[in-house]
C-alpha cells in the first residue's frame, strides 16, 4: 500500500508564495518519477511540474515556468514545489503524483489526496 504525505497549501495573497511537500511511503518500491498537477472544478487535471528521472531532469507547464520550482530529496521520497509570483488563476488542489513500481504489483501512477492552495486578496 502506497502512503502520502502532503502539506503546504493553504490561502495567499496574489504575488504571494507558498511551498508544498509531499512524502511518499510503502513497503519495497521504486520510485521512477515524482511531481504535481492541479485541477479546478469542471476543468481536468492539468501537470503543474514532474522530475521525470533519476538526473532529475525536471518538465513544467508552460503557465508556470519561471514561477515554480520542483525540487527532491530523493532519500527521503520527499518532492517539494516551491511557488512564487502566485496568481488568482493557480487557485486549484493540487496533487502530489509518483509512478511507482511494487514487486508482484507492477508499475502505476499513485495519488496523494490533495492540498488546496487559494490565491486571493
Known amino acids: 500500500q502506497v502512503q502520502f504525505v502532503e502539506s503546504g497549501g493553504g490561502l495567499v495573497q496574489p504575488g504571494g508564495s507558498l511551498r508544498l511537500s509531499c512524502s511518499v511511503s510503502a513497503n519495497n518500491f521504486e520510485i521512477h518519477q515524482m511531481g504535481w498537477y492541479r485541477q479546478v472544478p469542471g476543468k481536468q487535471r492539468e501537470l503543474v511540474a514532474l522530475?521525470?528521472?533519476?538526473?532529475?531532469?525536471?518538465n513544467y507547464a508552460d503557465s508556470v515556468k519561471g514561477r515554480f520550482t520542483i525540487s527532491e530529496h530523493s532519500a527521503k521520497n520527499t518532492v517539494y514545489l516551491a511557488m512564487n509570483s502566485l496568481k488568482p488563476e493557480d487557485t486549484a488542489v493540487y496533487y502530489c503524483?509518483?509512478?511507482?513500481?511494487?514487486?508482484?504489483?507492477?508499475?502505476?501512477?499513485?495519488w496523494g489526496q490533495g492540498t488546496q492552495v487559494t490565491v486571493s486578496s
Open positions: 522530475i521525470i528521472d533519476a538526473a532529475g531532469n525536471t
Open positions: 503524483n509518483a509512478l511507482i513500481t511494487i514487486p508482484g504489483i507492477g508499475q502505476h501512477d499513485y
